[in-house]
C-alpha cells in the first residue's frame, strides 16, 4: 500500500522553527517529486515547496524564500521541510504529495500520492 505519513507539526510562536518530516512507502520514492502544500480553512490548497528525485532541483514559493528548506533523503524515503522563522500566516494543514512530472508540481491534481496532514499553528 502507498503511504505518505507527516509528523512535526505542533503549535509554535511566532520567529520558532519547525522540521516536518513525510515518510513514504509502497512506490518508488526515488522516481517521484516531492512537494508540500499546505492549506487553510476556506482557502485553496497552495504548493510551499517542491523537490526533484534525486534533489537537484527546488522550488519555494515566494512567501517562504528564505526561511523555509525542502530537503530529501532518499535511503530513508523521507522528504522534510525545514521551517524558520514561522509567521502566522503559515498556519495551515501541511501535506507532502509525489509526483511524477517536474514540470507537474504547481497544480494538486497532478499528484498520484498525498499524505494526510499535519498541522501546523503558528500563535502568540
Known amino acids: 500500500q502507498v503511504q505518505l505519513v507527516e509528523s512535526g507539526g505542533g503549535l509554535v510562536q511566532p520567529g520558532e522553527s519547525l522540521r516536518l518530516s513525510c515518510a513514504a512507502s509502497?512506490?518508488?520514492?526515488?522516481?517521484?517529486?516531492m512537494a508540500w502544500f499546505r492549506q487553510a480553512p476556506g482557502d485553496e490548497r497552495e504548493l510551499v515547496a517542491a523537490?526533484?528525485?534525486?534533489?537537484?532541483?527546488?522550488r519555494h514559493a515566494n512567501s517562504v524564500k528564505g526561511r523555509f528548506a525542502i530537503s530529501r533523503d532518499n535511503t530513508k524515503n523521507t522528504v522534510y521541510l525545514q521551517m524558520n522563522s514561522l509567521k502566522p500566516e503559515d498556519t495551515a494543514t501541511y501535506y507532502c504529495g509525489a509526483v511524477r512530472k517536474w514540470n507537474d508540481i504547481w497544480t494538486m491534481n497532478n499528484y498520484d500520492y498525498w499524505g494526510q496532514g499535519t498541522q501546523v499553528t503558528v500563535s502568540s
Open positions: 523537490i526533484e528525485n534525486f534533489g537537484i532541483g527546488t
Open positions: 509502497g512506490f518508488i520514492f526515488k522516481s517521484y517529486h
